[in-house]
């Protein structure tokens, strides 16, 4: 499993076992079951804290290779042509200049008479350029934008419409395809494939990092990942849900070396997101998050704290 070290993945198996087509339910169920152990609570939450700690000693790391403090630019490209040209789809000659994103803020004035700049649904394209940035790891220039006053970055994190597609999108997609293929392998449905016949949870998986959705970019490193294992193929460019299912079609572990890859990958994603979060002056709340993946969704106990405003794991 990845970073081993740092992350307790044996709670998982000693916690959940894989059962097909459980009886217990109707229609019977193909996936993950909680044991029900004693101290079960206890062991999950300890788990989220392990896995919350060691993205943030990620986090802490990569920030500290940058300067404390940035110049704010007026004028000038925030990413190279050949970046724009990689990444066509999403990247414009127009987003490529600081000066749109300047032009492109509202500013709203509150009671007092003061005003502040903020973004809204109009400028998604610009979610979609910080989307593409985390990915290809510019990070001076995202740390840069998110220092800059005439920038409201933070408010690109999360836009929607039905649903969403703020830059956030980049945190959640990484994470849940982190932790399945993790989990998979740590309960050991890996190598065997079985994780193919969890047909609801991995085909809901496939259609988030890869099926059609306004503004798409956080899809990008799945995507590529897909493509590279077979998964997609022929006139197969996306994933559509309710497609015929073959299991056989639908695995990505018969090349454990580009799985890892992959997984690397992921996991930078996120610390580079956290540190993106923290940076605009927002609380990544990897708990929060955390505990509405599989196969934790359900399985740990949460409390709402009035102090907070918020549920809590107990």
């Known amino acids: ?40 609570q206890n062991e999950l939450r300890h ?26 630019l007026s004028s000038g490209n925030l990413f190279t042509d050949e970046l724009r040209e990689k990444h066509s789809e999403y990247l414009t000659e127009h987003n490529q200049r600081i000066e749109y994103w300047i032009a492109s803020a509202q500013w709203n004035v509150s009671e007092d008479g003061t005003s502040q700049p903020t973004y ?24 840069m934008l998110a220092n800059h006053p005439l920038i409201p970055l933070a408010s690109l994190r999360n836009l929607h419409w039905g649903h969403h597609f703020g830059f ?6 990484a ?30 998986l496939l259609s988030e990092l890869s ?11 799945h995507q590529k990942f897909l493509e590279e294992c077979g998964v997609f193929q022929q006139n197969r460019f ?15 572990h018969k090349d454990y070396g580009r799985l890892q890859e992959y997984l690397k990958t992921l996991f930078a994603l996120m610390y580079r997101y956290d ?15 955390m505990v509405l993946q599989w196969p934790l969704r359900g399985n740990v106990k949460m409390e709402w704290d009035d102090a907070l405003g918020k549920s809590v794991i107990v």
């Open 168 to 173: 956030s999108r980049v945190m959640e997609s």
């Open 175 to 204: 994470l849940r395809a982190y932790l399945f293929f993790n989990v998979a392998e740590a309960t050991g449905i890996l190598e065997n494939g079985s994780y193919a016949s969890m047909r609801y949870e991995y085909a809901s």
């Open 275 to 289: 540190v993106l979060v923290r940076e605009c002056g927002l609380v990544p709340e990897w708990e929060d998050e």
């Open 120 to 143: 809204n649904t109009g400028q998604a394209e610009l979610a979609e350029v910080v989307k593409v940035l985390l990915y290809e790891n510019e990070m001076e220039t995202l740390l």
């Open 1 to 40: 499993m990845h970073q081993g070290h740092n992350i307790p993945w044996d709670t998982i198996s000693t916690n959940f076992k894989f059962s097909r087509e459980d009886k217990r339910f109707t229609p019977p169920l193909t996936g993950l079951m909680s044991r029900d152990k004693p101290g079960a």
């Open 238 to 252: 996306r994933w559509v849900y309710g497609d015929k299912w073959e299991e056989s079609e639908n695995v990505i």
């Open 47 to 72: 788990f989220i804290k392990k896995f919350t700690a060691a993205i943030r000693t990620f986090s802490d790391t990569e920030r500290a290779k940058y300067p404390a403090t940035f110049t704010p």
């Open 211 to 221: 099926g059609g959705m306004d503004y798409p970019a956080q899809q990008i490193p």
